[in-house]
């Protein structure tokens, strides 16, 4: 059994710690104050630490480095208000596993808890607490440490307590389901279900049928009754991913949907009442997509109620390293490997390069060089051949004559799909609409050129 000690000075807070995480199948003991804290820790051994930021007599800060010596290899992790969170940055760097915020949220405890315990010791992840088949994949994510990723976590901790409708902004690849996930996670909504959907790959026909649900018999293929995604995520969040791929029509459904909270099955003849939080994603502008037409401004204001936009990972050079080192970890124990590092080459090319596909590419990129390396150090041989490559001319780059794939050479055809991609920042609609292809035939073509995104 794991022994946890929580560190505050509010014992209703610590009585209420104790009882959620002695219900999972931890040993608890609460103190009050950072000095019984130290004490208690040169005692007896303690598998994890959770410590309020203020204390009466000295910070968690101060704390944390203190007790480094005293318990050695012990994770610590900081509770802080979202106000709070730049010093809660700073106790990572000075060596705290995480933070969460407060009022802090039992699922988004026993993920943290779970995830420092699985770092310190994957041996003993059948022990009472460590459920880790229960925590969400998409979850497993480095926060940043970047002035833009504060800023976002800072945002995310603000509007999840409400019920506000939440556009996320941001290209392709920055993580905007994760953005999506921690609102709901950090949301009182937390206990109900998180729906995804992904408007994108839906056709125009199918699209009502997936939302709103269909009965047996309405349209040629409803061989029997459909529950939409409405409905499924009653109670919670649903969350629509490519938001600006919805058809004119559908998105006066939507707003109807969120309006009036009732959803009517295609085919249906009666209303039926849902209680669902919206958030939206989109790498595209809508403010200006309303300005030309192509979605509706009502709609926009109805779900512009509040925004976060996501940075592209090129201007959190801050934190390129740190997920490049994470992501060095995970492939090393998704593959068997043992590969340190990166040599000082590497690391300045991964520093330089632009990442279009931001996390998900860098994701991917280490996870390859994981694999090839044979040296233990992930070396410029084991980085693609694209990141060493001088940038191209302009004129490579110039789609006005380069869009319609039926006139390419099939020599050109990696690098034009490439740069469409990265003009439309991944979109693969509008990129299989400017390559005058479907997007099947793009994803086979990515897949066939080893295309990432």
């Given amino acids: ?267 249906g003849t009666k209303d039926v009442d849902v209680d669902v939080r919206i958030i939206v994603a989109t790498n595209e502008d809508l403010s200006a997509n309303v300005q030309k037409g192509s979605f509706r401004e009502d709609l926009f204001h109805r779900l512009n109620e509040f925004k976060i936009s996501v940075p592209p990972l090129r201007q959190r050079g801050e934190d390129i390293l740190k997920f490049a080192n994470y992501f060095l970890s995970m492939a090393n124990q998704e593959l068997g490997r043992n590969v340190n590092g990166f040599d000082k080459t590497a690391m300045e090319i991964i520093l330089k390069h632009s990442w279009p596909g931001n996390i998900r590419e860098i994701k991917n990129t280490i996870k390859r060089s994981v694999l090839l390396s044979t040296t233990g150090i992930i070396t410029s041989r084991e980085l693609p051949a694209e990141m060493l490559e001088k940038e191209s001319s302009a004129s490579d780059k110039d789609l006005k004559n380069t869009t319609d794939l039926k006139s390419l050479a099939e020599s050109h055809e990696k690098a034009t799909i490439a740069n469409v991609l990265e003009q439309v920042h991944f979109n693969k609609t509008k990129a299989a609409r400017l390559l005058n292809i479907d997007r099947k035939t793009l994803y086979n073509k990515m897949k066939l050129y080893g295309i990432e995104g």
Avoid at 43 to 49: A, C, G, N, S
Avoid at 191 to 201: E, I, M, Q, T
Wanted: with cysteine.
């Fill in 1 to 267: 059994m794991y022994k946890v000690l929580i560190v505050d000075d509010d014992p209703t807070f610590c009585l209420m710690l104790k009882s959620f995480l002695g219900n999972k199948g931890f040993d608890v003991k609460e103190v009050f104050s950072a000095g019984s804290a130290v004490k208690a820790a040169g005692e007896q051994k303690f598998d994890i630490i959770l410590t309020d930021l203020r204390l009466p007599d000295f910070d968690g800060i101060v704390l944390i480095d203190k007790l480094k010596k005293i318990a050695p290899g012990v994770p610590a992790i900081l509770m802080t208000r979202y106000g709070d969170i730049r010093s809660a940055v700073t106790a990572i760097k000075s060596g705290a596993f995480d933070y969460i915020t407060k009022p802090v949220n039992p699922d988004e405890l026993l993920l943290t808890v779970n995830k420092a315990l699985e770092k310190q010791k994957p041996d003993k992840l059948n022990e009472p607490g460590i459920r880790s088949e229960t925590l969400p994949g998409s979850l497993n994510y480095l926060r940043g440490t970047s002035e833009p990723s504060l800023l976002v976590e800072q945002y995310i901790s603000l509007v999840a307590p409400t019920d506000m409708s939440v556009i996320i902004q941001g290209e392709s690849g920055t993580g905007k389901e994760y953005v999506a996930r921690m609102i709901h996670l950090k949301s009182h909504r937390h206990s109900k279900p998180f729906v995804a959907v992904d408007c994108g790959a839906l056709s125009n026909e199918l699209a009502a049928s997936e939302l709103f649900g269909h009965t047996k018999g309405s349209f040629t293929d409803a061989h029997a009754d459909k529950e939409g995604q409405f409905q499924q995520a009653n109670g919670g969040t649903l969350f629509l991913d490519e938001i600006g791929n919805l058809s004119y029509e559908n998105q006066l459904k939507l707003l109807r949907a969120t309006q009036e909270r009732k959803v009517r099955k295609i085919g």
